[in-house]
């Protein structure tokens, strides 16, 4: 039997790929460069407006010593978290520059500091150390001000905390000694949180100098009434009064808030002082910092050298007390940083709530019209003798329903040399619309197949959804499952629109699914779905992840009431967390108990990346500390000796590497068949064998059987790992559309399984994966082409 340790060892996942996905693609994903990786949590975080907060990584490689450097990292990052925010630590590794550094990253950048040989990265360094690492020379180098500054911006996060700010150096208006910091805060729209600039420098032309490149500079009153000095660093008061005071993080927010819906492209500097505690006095101050400026220019220390230096001698000259003061501000500051970005979270997240929320507003001459409108639409009352008309149906699917627009970027002939559409302007383009909607997409490709399929969502009454209702009908799909929500409750009907490329890749997209995000109660669950799923009896539900959490988990538990086993489609990173939700108000759709044989969900089919969301997120839940999960990965009976070496064998050493087989295991007891969509590289499927599965004792199942377990266990008869390779590779020009190729194979398993009595998920995959590349060729979403598969469909 395999010990915890051994299991940890055994299973222990990597973090997320950086490499960006191949053909079949999200468009909750963001971009990355060979020069820049955003980690996974930080673009989740900014996609869904969390509140995300900057911290640069000089302080590590430059400010502190080994291994002090680490401590303050992680305590830094705590601070964050414990304070509502999301720790964002920038720095370049091996020459690539990373927004979202992980503790064993965070380590390796602040282990630097003991062999000094870390660059220090401002933004004219970023070209030069990212463009080293791609010639070879691989450095690590920790970000300034102005560097954080840059790539801070480039991930979409506003608000940055830091210990203090470079500025105009005492001479500077001979020597020019000017820091990259003051340009940055004018040219580049992110709030820096700071105790000021160092106090060794030139305030009073600090302050001017950033007056002149437009930045706002305000200092917190921390409790104070008037006006206040603003900070020089070491201490308190610096004699100079503040430009602006700000009472509280609120009205930093707001300041921010504002800036940005101008929008003023430029930056905020908002100065924290030290707290009283640990503020040394003025004149003490003084006298240290005068010595410590005279002994630099006897030693003839200048430019990015004399900062350090200063410091230095400061710290000999202070007895220690400015390391302490240091210290203390740093926290203080990254601590106001992570509230302003609370603050700021809360204005954007009400913004964006008061803008899904708008509707035309129906005029008195038109609500004439509007009965007609209503009547148009069909609507009609869900009664029993409607219900008692109903079929049995294969398979049931709950999930979106959506106009879809996809917008391929076609340049002109005399460009044909360029792929990506130019932004800020228009382009050219071929526009398509068509019906979809994650859950649409897989209820029509197990329609196509030959599966009788039970469609349920939910529109609104309006043009695009009267014109859902009938392309509908026109594909075969019975519209009764769709509810009709009425005008007046304000619904839209979702839509989703794409920009792709001259390769069909998609570039950006934009989609409006607030309906799917309808609480329960705006819902007729148990009078409309609870009953067409009584009468249908099918055999699976497939549910996506566009429903608000409470009515996810809903779906889930009546399909299990009902006898049903439960597929689920992720959506996107962000959204495949919910169902391991972590809103404390919801019942998470999977907990502690959830664990085989008391699992809700039967079938997983995420991507690599949701399938590493779902994975982080299950972890910090605590779902891997329960008893279910151990007495699962226990019975599994793996090795942790040798493991590496036999997951490389079964997948790829690139996979592994990724940490994608080893997230997939760990998953296994709350799900216990996961197929997860590699786009190029094909399909891995992992799956939980029941005792006495015959692929346990097949010759031709022996290479992908991962482990057996205990012939006693009544649970568990092992585990199933196999990477299907893609079913074909197509060249940029046969690529139509990535929209549904996803949605595709699941509906195809899904109508497999519910057709084929007793088949299992690899007989069912090949044809799944040609079902796939059908659509990758087609227009408009799935593939009607599917409808020639059918008669391998009926041979399974």
């Known amino acids: 039997m395999l010990s915890q340790a051994a299991a940890r060892l055994c299973c222990r996942a990597r973090g997320p790929a950086t490499r960006a996905p191949p053909v079949i693609r999200r468009y909750h994903d963001v971009a990355q460069s060979k020069f820049l990786k955003v980690s996974e949590e930080i673009r989740d975080a900014v996609a ?8 640069e990584s000089t302080i590590y490689t430059h400010g502190f010593p080994y291994p002090e450097s680490v401590a303050l990292a992680s305590l830094l990052e705590s601070v964050v978290r414990v304070n509502g925010g999301i720790p964002a630590t920038i720095g370049i590794l091996n020459g690539v520059a990373r927004v979202g550094l992980g503790a064993e990253e965070l380590i390796e950048l602040a282990s630097t500091a003991e062999k000094k040989n870390a660059l220090k990265v401002s933004r004219r360094d970023l070209g030069y150390i990212c463009g080293l ?140 002082p030290v707290p009283a505690e640990q503020s040394i006095p003025k004149g003490e101050m003084d006298t240290i910092i005068e010595e410590a400026i005279r002994l630099a220019e006897v030693e003839g220390y200048r430019g990015s050298d004399n900062t350090p230096f200063v410091l230095a001698k400061i710290k000999e000259l202070s007895g220690g007390k400015s390391v302490i003061a240091n210290r203390a501000l740093v926290e203080a500051n990254v601590k106001r940083a992570t509230k302003v970005a609370v603050e700021l979270a809360r204005l954007e997240q009400a913004d964006r709530g008061s803008e899904g929320r708008h509707m035309p507003v129906i005029s008195e001459s038109a609500r004439a019209d509007q009965a007609t409108s209503e009547a148009a639409v069909d609507r009609k009352p869900l009664t029993e003798s409607t219900i008692e008309q109903l079929d049995k149906a294969d398979v049931l699917v709950a999930g979106s329903l959506a106009i879809d627009l996809s917008c391929d970027y076609t340049p002109f002939a005399s460009e044909s040399d360029k792929v990506t559409p130019v932004p800020h302007t228009s382009n050219p383009a071929v526009i398509g619309q068509s019906l979809g909607g994650v859950g649409h997409n897989v209820a029509i490709a197990s329609h196509y197949l030959g599966s009788s399929v039970l469609f349920c969502s939910v529109v609104g009454d309006d043009l695009s959804g009267r014109a859902a209702l009938s392309t509908l009908k026109e594909e075969g799909l019975p519209t009764t499952g769709v509810q009709v929500l009425p005008a007046s409750s304000g619904a839209r009907t979702a839509q989703y629109i794409a920009i792709n490329d001259a390769k069909r890749d998609l570039v950006v997209a934009m989609a409006d699914m607030g309906i799917m995000e309808l609480p329960e109660h705006m819902l007729d669950f148990d009078e409309f779905w609870e009953p067409l799923i009584r009468r249908t009896q099918p055999q699976w539900v497939v549910v996506d992840a566009n429903w608000s959490p409470a009515v996810f988990a809903r779906w889930i538990a009546v399909a299990k009431q009902h006898g049903a086993r439960v597929a689920f489609e992720p959506v996107s990173t962000a959204k495949s967390r919910r169902l391991f939700s972590e809103s404390s108000e919801v019942d998470a759709a999977i907990g502690p108990a959830g664990a085989v044989p008391n699992n809700g969900i039967s079938l997983a089919a995420p991507n690599q990346y949701e399938l590493t969301a779902m994975y982080t997120t299950a972890r910090e839940s605590g779902l891997f500390e329960s008893e279910g999960w151990w007495r699962i990965i226990d019975a599994m009976g793996m090795s942790a000796s040798g493991s590496r070496d036999r997951l490389v064998a079964m997948t790829t050493a690139e996979l592994v590497d990724q940490g994608i087989p080893q997230q997939s295991i760990q998953l296994l007891p709350f799900i216990p068949c996961i197929i997860t969509k590699l786009g190029a590289r094909g399909v891995l499927v992992t799956q939980l064998l029941r005792p006495g599965d015959a692929r346990l004792t097949s010759t031709d199942s022996a290479p992908h059987i991962l482990s057996r377990a205990s012939p006693t266990d009544e649970l568990i008869g092992g585990v199933y790992m196999r990477l299907f390779p893609s079913a074909g590779i197509l060249a940029d020009g046969e690529i139509v559309s990535v929209n549904g190729a996803g949605d595709t194979l699941l509906g195809a398993v899904v109508a497999g399984l519910a057709r084929g009595s007793g088949k299992s998920v690899e007989e069912v995959i090949p044809l799944a994966q040609e079902a796939s590349l059908r659509t990758l060729k087609s227009p408009g979403g799935v593939s009607r082409d599917l409808v020639g598969l059918r008669s391998l469909m009926d041979a399974l």
């Not at 490149?213 to 308190?236: I, K, M």
């Open 48 to 55: 869904t407006g969390k509140p995300v907060v900057a911290l």
């Open 133 to 272: 690492g791609m010639a070879g020379r691989r450095l690590h180098g920790g970000t300034t001000v102005s560097g954080t500054m840059v790539l801070a911006h480039l991930a979409g996060i506003k608000v940055f905390g830091t210990g203090g700010l470079g500025g105009v150096h005492r001479g500077g208006e001979s020597s020019m000694d000017i820091s990259a910091d003051l340009t940055e805060l004018g040219r580049t729209p992110v709030a820096v949180v700071s105790s000021g600039c160092k106090s060794f420098l030139d305030i009073p032309r600090t302050l001017e100098f950033l007056e002149t490149e437009g930045v706002c500079v305000g200092t917190f009153a921390d409790g104070r009434e008037g006006s206040v000095d603003f900070p020089a660093f070491f201490t308190r008061d610096s004699g100079i009064k503040s430009p602006r005071v700000i009472r509280d993080e609120a009205e930093a927010a707001a300041i921010i808030y504002a800036q940005s819906k101008l929008p003023v492209n430029s930056g905020i500097h908002f100065a924290n």
